[in-house]
């Protein structure tokens, strides 16, 4: 398999025939000409790389829900205006004097930088790792006690944590997390469901184990799966609180299972989990744990009151984004682009970066509506050629590698684990999946077995079954891979 990320070799010339692409025209209309297909509002747009030039187009310039695929704009803005070796960076300083027996007079500040990253996620699953390694390495460098507040400084972003056009039923899921300056955890409380003896409570475990959080469990251990499927299962938090309640039944001898709900004042959560953390390693706090008052002054690396510097990568970041399709990734990434651009991450800022960057690249601005980063607002709408114009741009750009190495893979990664993973596919597609109710998306780049590389967008709307939406985009694929080129 050959990926081609750069200009064609000197001299060669690629002319289509007509009839070649008559085939993957009349192919891929057979497949949209089925009962299914026709209920559904179907948009694609297939183009040939690294030139550009389309070979297919299907309502390409309709504009439809994206869902997730809103993301590849994210990423792509990202890489242009932040760099493919940008790095997040988290400083831990004091604003005061350390005195002897390690007495810090004034405060510890955190200053976020927007970074998604800080997690269990790179740490073997442990949550707490890194704000259990920061407080031993705080202990380490002679701190006993701060005599003033922990604060946390995400003031790089606003305080408009989510966006206002998401289902506001869905606020306490893990797929609709806050975004914050300072986030841990994907903003999110991980607790692990464990069963007990029939008629009583499970055994609930926090992950971190914090007292952040207050939990009402009314989750009671059923005798049979079945009585527990009558009883239901119910997880919330209470909007505005930290107030967790679980309810229904959970089934006796089930294997421990981990949910995930989200949290109030993501910045506060960071600092608390921090403060408890250095509780345990030996550092006592005489004030508060608080948000910051204002955007404090820049703090740089060689600063002397720099103690920690915690950095994380770009390409992680969207590789984490694209291939397990994370929003809460998405969101961060667009205000910290928006943030880069015009000085603050906010929604606004961030789809102003994007804006710039699709102009650059021929999308004009108001042809498009990106209302997020991650695709979870029913508001944005883009097109299926708009989508090809990123694709196609972003493979020729410097960081055509990261970005395509981004994208899930057919039959391996987790978004597209489950499609096209015969041997004859398995690989070939790099894409980017997208699911709401009644919209089914996927763009990305297609390895035809003959040696060539397409860019397509395939999007649909006013769907009346998921399954068969992807059924039949899965089809489209194998032709875009199965297709002979000259």
Known sequence: MRLILGKMALGAVLVLSASARADLTGRIDAVLASKDAQRMTVGVQVALLPSGKVLYSRRATELFIPASNVKLVTAASALHHLGPDFEFHTLFYAAGTVHRGGVLKGHLIVQGDGDPNISGRFHGGDVSYLPRTWAQILHQRG?????????ADDTLFDRQYTCPSWPAAQLHKWYAAPVAGLSFNDNCLD????????GRPVRLTLHPDTRYFTVTNQLITTSSAAAARKQGFFLSRALGTNHVILKGGWPAGAAPERKF??????PLYFGTVVAEEMRRAGITLGGTVRLARRAGHFVGPKDPRVHIIHTSSLRDTIRVMNKRSQSFYAEQLLKRTGAAFQGHGTYATGAAAASAYLKTIGVP???YVM???GGLSRASRFTPQQFATVLTHAYNAPYGR??????????????????????AYRGRIAGKTGTLDGVVTLSGY????HGHVL???ILVNNSHNNWTARAFTDDICRILIDEKLP
């Open 143 to 151: 701190f006993r006690h701060i005599t003033g507040d922990l604060v």
């Open 191 to 198: 607790i692990v469901i464990s069963p007990t003896t029939s």
């Open 261 to 266: 709900v989200t949290v109030n004042e993501p």
């Open 365 to 367: 601005p108001g042809s």
């Open 371 to 373: 209302a997020d980063g």
């Open 402 to 423: 990261m970005f395509v190495d981004s994208l899930s893979r057919s039959g391996i990664d987790k978004s597209m684990q489950k499609r096209l993973g015969t041997p």
């Open 446 to 449: 297609a390895f035809n077995r």
């Open 455 to 457: 860019a397509f967008s």
